[in-house]
């Protein structure tokens, strides 16, 4: 059971929450105007890190607001939360094989 | 040359106290070059070098594994084959796979156990009920059994189910595909690895990919923690991790990689006897021979490469199951463990071409690949073979993502494999 820190809340048990995948994904501002490789890019290729990765989380059952979170993949260690349009805390990042 | 098993070799060794069985695969040394390179040892990986060197004519050929022949996702999975799928190009290749799996123990002459113990998909609402009517009659016209079953039959077929569900979960009907079934997950990667040894292919554990050599877009070369391999043709038939070697090899893959939980209880005598789905709820059940209930839980609902899982995913299927079957709210678990499985957002996987050339794909089957292992092979391994996709391939291209014609599985296959 992972144990999220949202930046409204504080911290909360998973279940609260709800999954939004990898984080500062930035959305073509013009989606007619890309080649289909890039949107298909955009919609559905995946870093899918294992180690530390950034990711969007929403407290579905709490404030109801999205946040980013850094958390490490393979350990489940959380290192931290910010708001969106936040930049990210500072951590060592760490990639395994 | 490898001995037939046969019940007078069991004899034969039942009078040294089986302690003269050979060796069922060698494990040489990696050479330095080999025509094809399939990395992952698990089912897909040894059927694919099966057949490379059975029907292709390559016999200079490796299988190289980070760990232990069948120790990943073949050896962690619940072993349900089943081919109900929905749309005709899943149609296609999951009963093709269910084809080989009826001769699949004669063939190798390894018992893999495969058993056509039927697989029933329970429906629980009134869209459910739709769903899979809809899903029985594109069974059928794609020549797949599969029969309705109202709940009085369900009932009939598995006399320990409360069809009220507890109240939460009533049982409205179901579907169930007779010719559907279970088999022994590990005998599978032995029965291949040993009829590939025979051929000489060779069988490489404990060798990590660490890099691939590319040179002008084509692979020349895998760089692995035994040393360094030439080839021209390398294979990736790795489940959760291959977002990794794609990574290496310098692309993207549309796949999230998420722990899948499976728990068995302690063994019982025999009370369920076929394979009992509910994928509205999120559990299914089916008794091993040893006598314990196997049961399947969901993927974790984030990436997650643990090999562990979430405690609230195993906790939902347990409730399910127990308001499903009272019975069993007494029977006590006996191992829980979880695999990293490749989820793609269709639930379909990707067998083909990859963007670099040489390089083939064979990945993404998330919750449901070993029902596959087969026919994922046999494809696979023509699609290798000859530089371009097999038909039953074809659809499943990576290439799909970008033209949007995707095989969306979801509604189809449920959660549950």
């Not at chain 1, 820190?5 to 609260?16: H, K, L, M, Q």
């Not at chain 1, 289909?36 to 607001?65: P, S």
């Not at chain 2, 070369?221 to 790795?238: D, E, F, M, P």
């Not at chain 2, 939980?261 to 076929?274: G, M, R």
């Amino acid at each position: 059971m992972l144990r999220i820190p949202c930046p409204y809340c504080g911290e909360r048990t998973e279940n609260e929450f709800s999954y939004g995948g990898e984080a500062h994904k930035v959305r073509p501002e013009r989606p007619e105007e890309v080649s289909d490789a890039q949107w298909a890019d955009y919609l559905f290729l995946q870093k899918n890190t294992k180690g530390t990765f950034y990711e969007r989380w929403v407290h579905t059952y709490g404030c109801r607001r999205w946040f980013n979170v850094v958390r490490d993949t393979l350990t489940n260690e959380v290192h931290g939360s910010y708001k969106m349009g936040e930049e990210p805390p500072k951590v060592d990042e760490k990639t395994y094989v | 040359m490898t001995a037939r098993y046969s019940i007078f070799s069991l004899v034969k060794n039942a009078l040294s106290y089986h302690e003269n069985w050979q060796q069922a695969w060698h494990s040489p040394e990696p050479k330095k070059q080999y025509d094809a390179v399939i990395v992952g040892g698990g089912g897909h990986g040894l059927v694919t070098a099966y057949y490379l060197a059975k029907e292709h004519g390559l016999r200079n050929i490796a299988v190289i594994e980070r760990g232990w022949l069948g120790g990943g996702n073949t050896g962690r999975n619940t072993t349900i084959v089943r081919s109900n799928y929905m749309w005709d190009q899943s149609a296609a290749l999951y009963e093709h796979s269910l084809k080989l799996w009826e001769n699949m123990t004669r063939e190798l002459n390894f018992n893999v156990m495969f058993s056509q113990r039927s697989v029933l998909n329970l429906a629980h609402t009134l869209n459910e009920v739709r769903i899979t009517k809809r899903r029985i009659n594109s069974n059928r016209l794609n020549g797949i059994d599969s029969e309705w079953l109202e709940p009085e039959d369900v009932k009939r077929e598995v006399p320990i189910i409360d069809l009220r569900g507890g109240g939460r979960y009533p049982v409205m009907g179901g579907s169930i595909q007779r010719r559907a079934g279970t088999a022994r997950h590990d005998a599978v990667a032995w029965g291949y690895a040993r009829a590939c040894s025979e051929m000489g292919v060779d069988i490489i554990q404990q060798c990590a990919v660490e890099g691939f050599d590319i040179e002008g877009g084509q692979v020349t070369g895998v760089r692995t923690s035994k040393g360094h391999i030439k080839t021209n043709k390398v294979g990736l038939v790795v489940a959760g991790h291959c977002g990794v070697l794609a990574n290496m090899a310098g692309f993207k893959l549309p796949v999230n990689s998420r722990p899948l939980q499976a728990l068995v209880s302690e063994p019982v005598k025999p009370i369920v006897h076929n394979v009992v789905m509910a994928g509205a709820v999120h559990a299914y059940i089916s008794q091993s021979d040893k006598g314990e209930l196997v049961i399947g839980a969901g993927t974790d609902a984030y990436n997650g490469y643990s090999q562990w899982g979430s405690n609230p995913v195993t906790e939902d299927t347990l409730a399910a199951i127990c308001e499903l079957y009272p019975l069993f709210k007494r029977m006590r678990m006996l191992r829980q463990w979880g695999g990293v499985v490749d989820t793609c957002p269709d639930a379909s996987p990707i067998i083909g071409l990859s963007p670099v050339k040489g390089m083939y794909l064979n990945c993404g089957w998330g919750t449901g690949g070993f029902k596959a292992t087969p026919g994922s092979g046999h494809i696979f391994a023509d699609t290798v073979a000859n530089n371009r996709p097999h038909p039953i391939a074809a659809p499943f291209a990576l290439d799909r993502f970008r033209t949007g014609f995707l095989i969306d599985e979801h509604a189809a296959a449920g959660v549950a494999h």
